[in-house]
């Protein structure tokens, strides 16, 4: 059977520009090829548009959990919650990610489809998902304030997905660091991440 990967891709200056994408493609191409049994789904967060939810929307949500007529604000988490792999590039970002990210991790958190709480209160994650990569880059370096990869690592356990690894290549602005070199090392990491992932 075919694993599916989802690529959550929020490489906001885009695939010509962006080193985080550079890491990820080359992940993904190498991790495809050694798998052969793959097939990935690439979700272009710039290109989805989508709103942070207001009262409004939060409601219209809840009627479409609870009677499944229209599946318009809940469509991405009942996909999302299908994938055997989740792969997420984004670059380093005020100490977190950008907010486009943010709100696509809000647009997944949907109460009966990524998780449920059971009767005592104990919230169950619902995705099927076992595994995930969490992709980044930064011109400066991260240290112990990686927030955003902690917030993923921790909502992602919420829903069911208990093993969430990390590539990074930070430093990559810093004057007196060569960043070609940087990311060559990151892309070998990557093989060897490839390869137990």
Do not use: Q
């Not at 240290?143 to 990559?172: M, P, Q, S, V």
């Amino acid at each position: 059977m075919a694993e599916n990967i989802l690529f959550v891709n929020s490489c906001i200056r885009g695939k010509n520009v962006s080193r985080t994408y550079k890491l990820s493609d080359f992940f993904i191409k190498k991790y495809m090829e050694s798998k052969k049994d793959c097939v990935l789904k690439e979700i272009i967060l710039d290109e989805l548009n989508l709103k942070p939810f207001n009262s409004d929307m939060i409601e219209r949500r809840n009627i479409e959990v609870s009677e499944r007529k229209t599946d318009e604000l809940i469509s991405l988490a009942i996909e999302f919650a299908k994938f055997d792999t989740i792969i997420v590039a984004t670059p380093y970002w005020d100490l977190s990610f950008p907010s486009m990210l943010r709100v696509f991790y809000e647009h997944i958190s949907v109460s009966g489809i990524t998780f449920k709480y059971e009767k005592d209160g104990t919230p169950k994650g619902l995705c099927k998902a076992k595994k995930a990569l969490y992709i980044t880059t930064s011109g400066g370096y991260m240290g112990d304030n990686n927030y955003g990869y902690e917030y993923t690592k921790e909502l992602f356990n919420f829903i069911g997905i208990k093993n969430t690894y990390i590539l990074k290549a930070e430093g990559l602005d810093i004057e007196e660091n060569n960043a070609d070199d940087i990311i060559d090392k990151a892309i070998k990491e990557a093989e060897v991440l490839g390869e137990k992932f």
